[in-house]
């Protein structure tokens, strides 16, 4: 029998605005509130408010909680101030990646690491057997959460006027504790959309009464409640990857051009951590013959690649595949993500088309990301 998926603090929420619902990695998450396309351009124009508590959050404490990190993931935990955050990757020992994760260090001794959703289970499993003999304590910590996300360019203003936190100070990739709107939370200037942004992480119980207040506080701002699909076209579009897409167990960090979060250099545990040594062939393979690239394809036409989707080249041949394809609001045609043949990754290489049910639609190589935003 299937169990029913889990339901966040704000699902009432949600239903009371008329929100798509879908299930997504066992949660019955908000699809979309109206329209996708206007979600996507507020997010990139004003702010967007977005549920994000189906998130696996994982306390990691103890005298040798840093020990036990550098050792379970590809990252220098141990080398992240208090108060900052790190993107990293956990992979297992064939240099596979099981997810990607952003770790906070909280305090001296303190971490959090934040898993997908899809995988939390497996990185929470993982984390807890790498620690046998680290003196070092895994604590599953999804429960005690919700997260938020205000993303966007109003995003710092609407949040000023509900919190005496020093945002301005704040930088990209950090946290700092403190209270928004009444609500104590860990304030994290993080996000998922190539834009500028926040991730509170407060209490469940605190969640409607936060929603509420950003709602309000962003209400002559444009600020709209967003649901997972633009969350997903404003990755794309900023060339983020996403767990099971670009990122699987069957693609190393160099596969996916992520090469820069494994930190061969550091010195914990005699610098041994999961996945050395097939992480170590998999940099030099990615250097001398890459057998494929992850690369940017911009539509010449209308028509929207999807994951799974043939890539060809100038003969018909196969030489990749689609992992991640959408209409792009930002740039009025469709975009995706593919894995090529290394000899057809040059942005600009002619002939490069996409099998849409057997007709080849040609696309431009390019560079990713398809956006960035202006600092």
Not at 104 to 130: C, F, H, I, K, P
């Amino acid at each position: 029998m299937t169990e029913a998926p889990r339901r966040t603090a704000l699902d009432a929420t949600h239903r009371a605005l008329g929100a798509t619902m879908t299930d997504f990695a066992g949660w019955d998450m908000p699809l979309r509130y109206g329209s996708e396309r206007d979600e996507h351009v507020a997010v990139r124009t004003r702010a967007g408010l977005f549920d994000l508590s189906h998130m696996g959050e994982i306390t990691v404490t103890g005298p040798r909680a840093a020990d036990l990190l550098d050792f379970a993931l590809v990252g220098n935990i141990g080398g992240v101030a208090v108060g900052r955050a790190r993107y990293t990757m956990i992979c297992d020992a064939e240099g596979g990646i099981l997810d990607d994760l952003i770790v906070y260090r909280l305090g001296e001794a303190e971490y959090m690491v934040v898993a997908n959703a899809s995988n939390a289970q497996v990185v929470l499993d993982a984390l807890t057997e790498r620690a046998r003999g680290f003196e070092a304590e895994v604590r599953d910590d999804r429960d005690a959460y919700a997260l938020l996300a205000v993303q966007g360019p109003e995003s710092p203003g609407i949040l000023k006027g509900l919190t005496d936190a020093d945002l301005d100070g704040l930088k990209y990739y950090a946290g700092l504790p403190g209270t928004v709107a009444g609500v104590p939370a860990l304030i994290a200037r993080t996000g998922y959309t190539g834009e500028d942004g926040f991730e509170l992480f407060v209490r469940p119980s605190d969640a409607v009464a936060l929603w509420e207040a950003l709602t309000e506080a962003g209400k002559d701002a444009g600020l709209v409640p967003c649901g997972l699909s633009c969350r997903d076209t404003l990755r794309l579009e900023a060339g983020m990857p996403l767990y099971g897409h670009e990122l699987t167990t069957g693609t190393t960090p160099f596969d996916a051009g992520l090469g820069r979060v494994v930190k061969f250099e550091k010195t914990t545990n005699g610098g041994d951590f999961v996945g050395r040594a097939a992480l170590e062939a998999a940099r030099d393979r990615a250097e001398t013959q890459p057998p494929r690239r992850l690369v940017g394809l911009i539509a010449e036409g209308r028509r929207v690649p999807r994951a799974g989707y043939p890539v060809v080249g100038p003969d018909g041949a196969v030489i990749g595949e689609v992992t991640s394809g959408a209409p792009s609001p930002t740039l009025g045609k469709p975009v995706a993500m593919a894995y090529v043949d290394a000899a057809h990754a040059t942005p600009g290489t002619a002939g490069v088309a996409v099998d849409i049910r057997g007709t080849h639609e040609p696309y431009e190589v390019v560079a990713l990301p398809f956006y960035k935003r202006q600092k």
